[in-house]
Nanobody, 121 residues
Framework: VQLQASGGGLVQAGGSLRLSCAASIPTFSSYTMAWFRQAPGKEREFVGMITRSGGLKYYTDSVKGRFTASRDNAENTVDLQMNSLKPEDTAIYYC???????????????WGQGTLVTVSS
């Protein structure tokens, strides 16, 4: 099983980025997919998740209204559209997969390698 995150980069405050995660999970549609992030000097935190069918999405308060998760179960991909980016969004972003709907990183079975997002002021 492998998760490959991509799409990070340097963007000015107010800009947008779209992260993608390609999963080599045979039963991808059975997994809740989530995004976490880890800022320099801070612990990894939950950003958002999308349930197996894509019907439900949950986000941490700081990104609500700015970030949107989506998934394509036919392509085994999950995306995170990030708009109105702020310097405090700077972090390494990780995609993760879990068999259950969860916010704790301890509940996630598979992790991508992370992609760096840097938002300049």
């Amino acid at each position: 099983v492998q998760l490959q995150a991509s799409g990070g980069g340097l963007v000015q405050a107010g800009g947008s980025l779209r992260l993608s995660c390609a999963a080599s999970i045979p039963t991808f549609s059975s997994y809740t997919m989530a995004w976490f992030r880890q800022a320099p000097g801070k612990e990894r935190e939950f950003v958002g998740m999308i349930t197996r069918s894509g019907g439900l999405k949950y986000y941490t308060d700081s990104v609500k209204g700015r970030f949107t998760a989506s998934r394509d179960n036919a392509e085994n991909t999950v995306d995170l559209q990030m708009n109105s980016l702020k310097p405090e969004d700077t972090a390494i972003y990780y995609c993760a997969a879990a068999l259950f709907c969860a916010r704790s990183e301890n509940d996630y079975d598979y992790w991508g390698q992370g992609t760096l997002v840097t938002v300049s002021s």
